[in-house]
């Protein structure tokens, strides 16, 4: 089982994939582990492709989330199944409000609570920025694959 789950920040790629991990015993990938340095900037996506790709060859099966689409269209070939999590502005926007604390990313509660507004702000110009992680560039990903996937639109269906 090779999985990527595509989607906006607070579209819920990381409790699916969670969920994909305790049910098929498989090791997971953020993508934000890969695609920033510890202050906060973009790596070179030829750094963040080398561990990716790292990280495909060291495990059978897996789970890959992230927004990242120029990470995502090169590993595109080494996946078995593509999800596209794509419930709306407003269903993201309250996962990003009801988000637990993230010690991965934040060093307390607090920076995370910090930012909120900034990840709120960024997730309502999902549908019109044109970068990759806009809807747009997640939509041709989506379309452009060829093996199994689907798009979700309710938190609900996913499995």
């Known amino acids: 089982m090779k999985i990527i ?3 906006n920040a607070g579209s819920g790629k990381s409790t699916l994939a969670r969920m994909l991990m305790a049910k098929h ?6 993508l934000d582990e890969v695609a920033f340095c510890g202050d906060a900037k973009r790596r070179p996506l030829k750094e963040s492709l080398s561990a990716v790709k790292l990280f495909i060859e060291k495990n059978d099966g897996w789970v890959i989330e992230g927004c990242y689409s120029d990470i995502i269209e090169n590993i595109l070939p ?15 926007i309250a996962h990003c409000y009801s988000r637990p604390w993230e010690p991965e ?3 307390s509660d607090e920076k995370q609570q ?3 507004e900034n990840l709120v702000s960024w997730v309502r110009t999902y549908e019109t920025r044109e970068d990759e992680y806009g809807l747009s560039r997640h939509r041709k990903l989506y379309e452009s694959f060829r093996g199994g996937k689907c798009e979700y639109r309710d938190p609900t269906q996913y499995h």
């Not at 015993?25 to 953020?30: Q, V, Y």
């Not at 199944?81 to 794509?86: A, G, K, P, Q, R």
């Open 114 to 116: 910090e930012n909120l």
């Open 25 to 30: 015993s498989i090791a997971c990938l953020s």
């Open 78 to 92: 080494d996946c078995e199944e593509l999800m596209f999590l794509n419930p709306g502005i407003e269903t993201c």
């Open 5 to 7: 789950l595509l989607g």
């Open 105 to 107: 990313k934040f060093v």
